[in-house]
T-cell receptor, first 113, second 112 residues
Framework: DARVTQTPRHKVTEMGQEVTMRCQPI?????VFWYRQTMMQGLELLAY????????DSGMPKDRFSAEMPDATLATLKIQPSEPRDSAVYFC???????????FGQGTRLTVV | GDSVTQMEGPVTLSEEAFLTINCTYT??????LFWYVQYPGEGLQLLLK?????DKGSNKGFEATYRKETTSFHLEKGSVQVSDSAVYFC???????????FGKGTKLSVKP
């Protein structure tokens, strides 16, 4: 059963620490999305990759966030330094290019204290 | 830019009631439209989709029709169950880069 895998599922860290979240997209998918979900803002698109190249990262705070795809089986989202306002659930999703659905991972719940 | 607007929640219904969650969109061209569902503690799952005008997507008793003339994609179900309690998101894929854009979500609670 193909699925998007995110690690870790939960992360508690202190303000100022670096946080790295990982995502394994479904094999063969060439499009990867990173979303952040909070009660106040809902689902926000942070970054969007196609064929490992970033197409849109305008939703991501550039000073502290970075997203990469070192290879086709791994996408990473880093926050350095982390702040309490970064506390949220971060979702990765993958799919094929074009007007098709994306498949979501179960998310990483990040708490910055 | 492209956007999705859906009705504010929360929506509380009794079991077997009729459900409508409104969704309208703004997009250039002809986007594909989706409804996703999120159960507590889980990621989003695709519920149904429609890729062109007048298409009807359906799944698990839920339906939505792609209405180009009113730029709408309202979600309906004739008889909701307690197990339908979740957050529902309307979304579109459109634009030159194919971004997946979501509405803010509508929380549905169904009481026995």
């Amino acid at each position: 059963d193909a699925r998007v895998t995110q690690t870790p599922r939960h992360k508690v860290t202190e303000m100022g620490q670096e946080v790295t979240m990982r995502c394994q997209p479904i094999l063969g998918h060439n499009t990867v999305f990173w979303y952040r979900q909070t009660m106040m803002q809902g689902l926000e698109l942070l970054a969007y990759f196609r064929n490992r190249a970033p197409l849109d990262d305008s939703g991501m705070p550039k000073d502290r966030f970075s997203a990469e795809m070192p290879d086709a089986t791994l996408a990473t989202l880093k926050i350095q330094p982390s702040e309490p306002r970064d506390s949220a659930v971060y979702f990765c999703a993958s799919g094929f290019a074009g007007p098709t659905e994306a498949f979501f991972g179960q998310g990483t719940r990040l708490t910055v204290v | 830019g492209d956007s999705v607007t859906q009705m504010e929640g929360p929506v509380t219904l009794s079991e077997e009631a009729f459900l409508t969650i409104n969704c309208t969109y703004t997009a250039t061209g002809y986007p594909s439209l989706f409804w996703y569902v999120q159960y507590p503690g889980e990621g989003l799952q695709l519920l149904l989709k429609a890729t062109k005008a007048d298409d009807k997507g359906s799944n698990k008793g839920f339906e939505a029709t792609y209405r180009k003339e009113t730029t709408s994609f309202h979600l309906e179900k004739g008889s909701v169950q307690v197990s339908d309690s979740a957050v529902y998101f309307c979304a579109l894929v459109g634009g030159s880069q194919g971004n997946l854009i979501f509405g803010k979500g509508t929380k549905l609670s169904v009481k026995p």
